[in-house]
């Protein structure tokens, strides 16, 4: 039983007269503090800080950190967010002297080994995705996401079009809409077909020319390939628009086919994902986009050049593309998850980039087929890195539902999956395993999962029962 003190809070720990440090008398006269502050700056009474014990405070955040799941204590299903192991090494070469004490007011001739590392990681994000031009500014994907968008606007504007619209099927990701109104653009939502891929008719039937940009997610959020992406892709083409691929499912793909080969114009990365930056609650993240040729003049500067025959004081420059559309973020990007994913690809390279999507996709389908007569997948025999289960079964039968699991998952040390999205599937549990799992631990994972459908429903209905934070009342929530 843990004890209550552990998690108190600063302020119930909190007793008059006890200090974190003792300080000597002063040396000096002292004077009022109205001579020195204004009083207009002056509280009007004591702010109420707790006043604790140096140990009362190393205690209460130490004993509040072993509360937390990541991946370095969890299995970590999350769908949709890839939550692989993140190699220490990153760490410790992230924060290797001559990286962090850099800063970005320094001359470009002091950054030339930083400038030369992200020139270097531009050039391997534009082979991944097989489009030329990359800018490493946005700060995480649906920030890529806008930014890819304005970069889009902006090449319309220049040849004098004004499309409005922006098309997405209806189970996308909820950024793309979202980065598209902030954009500035109508939002359209598609339907997807019994398969769960993009319905080709209804595409056809919302094309025309005020048709800006078809977003779309591939592998889509079900986990499965759009097997007609080429003719999507033609299709928009068809129409002067252009194609959005939502790099979020890259995971599954490395190494086996690229955005630009099927038809993408622009992309996102989220490096915080595919290529190990740690992104549990919330960040930082890293969303670098990448464009066909013809968008390059548009991309957000300042992006970096390479010229060989410069002195080497000088080889790696940073220069604002003919029409740019301006900054999107201060400096240059989030540069230290950038550093992780330029390790990550420099250790694995080609080969290892191949074989992540390839035991990335295996665990997907290993784990899938464990669970198919408990949790049936509704879309697709087999599924790419991640698969969308449903919980109507359970649901119908005993009024076990999706929550229920994933609140009862906490209880065995299981991060819960993805629960209610996408949601064209109903009891959506989306479940995303990642390459660097175990067979142990999805095996583990799945007899929990059958072992908890065989509890008592109302028990279920209360669970998690042994974190420190109970299940919240949902009615109260949501009001």
């Not at 999507?357 to 007569?373: C, F, I």
Request: proline residues 7%; hydrophobic residues 40%; contains cysteine.
């Amino acid at each position: 039983m843990r004890n209550k003190l552990a998690t108190e809070s600063l302020f119930a720990l909190s007793q008059p007269g006890r200090r974190g440090a003792e300080f000597p008398a002063a040396d000096v006269p002292e004077r009022p503090l109205s001579e020195l502050i204004p009083a207009s700056a002056l509280a009007d009474k004591p702010t109420g800080l707790p006043e604790v014990t140096e140990s009362d405070v190393i205690r209460h955040f130490v004993n509040l950190s072993t509360l937390n799941m990541c991946v370095d204590t969890h299995f970590y299903p999350l769908g949709s967010c890839t939550m692989k192991y993140n190699p220490k090494r990153h760490e410790r070469l992230a924060s290797l002297p001559g990286i962090v004490d850099l800063h970005p007011y320094q001359n470009q001739s002091d950054l030339q080994g930083m400038l030369g590392m992200l020139y270097e990681m531009q050039e391997m994000l534009a082979e991944i995705a097989g489009l030329p031009a990359v800018s490493l500014q946005p700060a995480a994907g649906a920030q890529g996401e806008f930014t890819a968008l304005l970069t889009a606007k902006a090449y319309f504007e220049d040849r004098g079009e004004k499309r409005t619209k922006v098309l997405f099927p209806n189970s996308a990701h909820g950024t793309n809409p979202a980065s598209a109104a902030i954009a500035g653009f109508d939002c359209v939502q598609l339907a997807s077909s019994k398969e769960g891929l993009v319905d080709l008719e209804d595409l056809k039937a919302h094309l025309d020319d005020q048709t800006a940009v078809f977003m779309v997610t591939n592998p889509n959020t079900l986990g499965l390939f759009e097997k007609d992406i080429k003719q999507i892709a033609q299709m928009v083409h068809d129409v002067g628009g252009l194609v959005y691929i939502d790099g979020a499912n890259m995971n599954a793909i490395l190494g086996y086919t690229r955005p630009g080969d099927f038809g993408g114009d622009m992309m996102h990365f989220n490096v915080h994902k595919t290529f190990t930056g740690p992104h549990g609650a919330g960040g930082p993240g890293s969303g670098p986009i990448a464009v066909r040729d013809f968008l390059a003049d548009f991309l957000p500067g300042p992006v970096i050049h390479f010229h060989p025959d410069a002195d080497e004081t000088d080889q790696y420059t940073l220069e604002t593309p003919a029409k740019s559309i301006g900054r999107v973020r201060s400096f240059y990007g989030n540069i230290g998850i950038l550093v992780r994913g330029y390790c990550y690809l420099r250790t694995l390279g080609a080969p290892g980039l191949k074989a992540v999507s390839e035991n990335a996709v295996l665990n997907a389908n290993y784990l899938k087929a464990l669970l198919k007569d408990v949790l049936p997948v509704p879309n697709g025999d087999l599924c790419m890195h991640e698969f969308v289960a449903s919980a109507s079964k359970s649901k119908a039968a005993n009024g076990i539902t999706a929550m229920d699991i994933a609140k009862r998952l906490l209880d065995f040390g299981f991060h819960a999956p993805t629960v209610y999205f996408p949601l064209v599937v109903p009891e959506a549990i989306m479940v995303e395993p990642t390459e660097t799992e175990s067979k142990e631990t999805l095996d583990a994972f799945a007899e929990t999962i059958i072992k908890i459908l065989k509890e008592d429903p109302e028990f279920l209905h209360q669970a998690p029962h042994s974190t420190i934070v109970q299940r919240p009342d949902e009615v109260v929530a949501a009001r």
